[in-house]
């Protein structure tokens, strides 16, 4: 079993639609939770980054973590063609050697 | 505002061959990090640094070598090229402990 799931997709949505995208871990001793998103042909770039459980919001974007259920979600409302992208959820075991353990990432299309 | 720096975007090999990848960050980051991505797999840690002159191997350390030449560089070596190196190869790097990883767009390497 692989320590982080992610469903690969793709999800198609038409645009201003709200996307959920989300991921479920086995490892209790993650603490840090991130989504990335990478356009094609790009290094995951940062969105969200969040400690412990509880929501954070930017702007359109939401981030979710539940640690007692062990599932985090990202959450993108009035989705855009340039939300198009995959997003990977990643997260860290807040030990000493700062390493990510990432999802496989779900490709995201939204249709204009 | 460079961030991380991948040199070169794409390389094609033969089997057998060598290559040196290089990676260069300017955020004044202790940590360096090489992943490798591939269909369905994820991005997968081949080597990592948490600070300069030391180094540590990842999840996928067979066939790579890396050197941290100073803070700011740190290279990933191919001694002898396999097919099953073909893959798209990304730095990055971080800050403090438990920080996001800042990532380059990528070294596209095929191996024939």
């Known amino acids: 079993q692989k320590e982080v799931e992610q469903d690969p997709g793709p999800l198609s949505v038409p645009e201003g639609a709200i996307v959920s995208l989300n991921c479920t871990y086995s490892n209790s001793a993650f603490q840090y939770f991130m989504w990335y998103r990478q356009y094609s042909r790009k290094g995951p770039e940062l969105l969200m980054y969040t400690y412990s459980s509880g929501n954070k919001e930017d702007g359109r974007f939401t981030a979710q973590v539940d640690k007692s259920s062990k599932y985090i979600s990202l959450f993108i409302r009035d989705s855009q063609p340039s939300d198009s992208a995959t997003y990977l959820c990643?997260?860290?075991?807040?030990?000493?050697?700062?390493?990510?353990?990432f999802g496989t990432g779900t490709l995201l299309a939204v249709q204009p | 505002n460079a961030g991380v720096t991948q040199t070169p975007k794409f390389q094609v090999l033969k089997t057998g061959q060598s290559m040196t990848l290089q990676c260069a960050q300017d955020m004044n980051h202790n940590s360096m990090y090489w992943y490798r991505q591939d269909p369905g797999m994820g991005l997968r840690l081949i080597y990592y640094?948490?600070?300069?002159?030391?180094?540590d191997k990842g999840e996928v350390p067979n066939g790579y070598n890396v050197s941290r030449l100073n803070k700011r560089e740190f290279s990933l070596r191919l001694e002898s090229a396999a097919p099953s190196q073909t893959s798209v190869y990304f730095c990055?790097?971080?800050?403090?402990?438990?920080?996001?990883?800042?990532f380059g767009n990528g070294t596209r390497l095929t191996v024939t």
């Open positions: 990643a997260m860290i075991g807040g030990g000493a050697t700062n390493k990510l353990i």
């Open positions: 990055a790097s971080s800050g403090q402990q438990n920080s996001p990883l800042h």
């Open positions: 640094s948490a600070s300069e002159g030391t180094t």
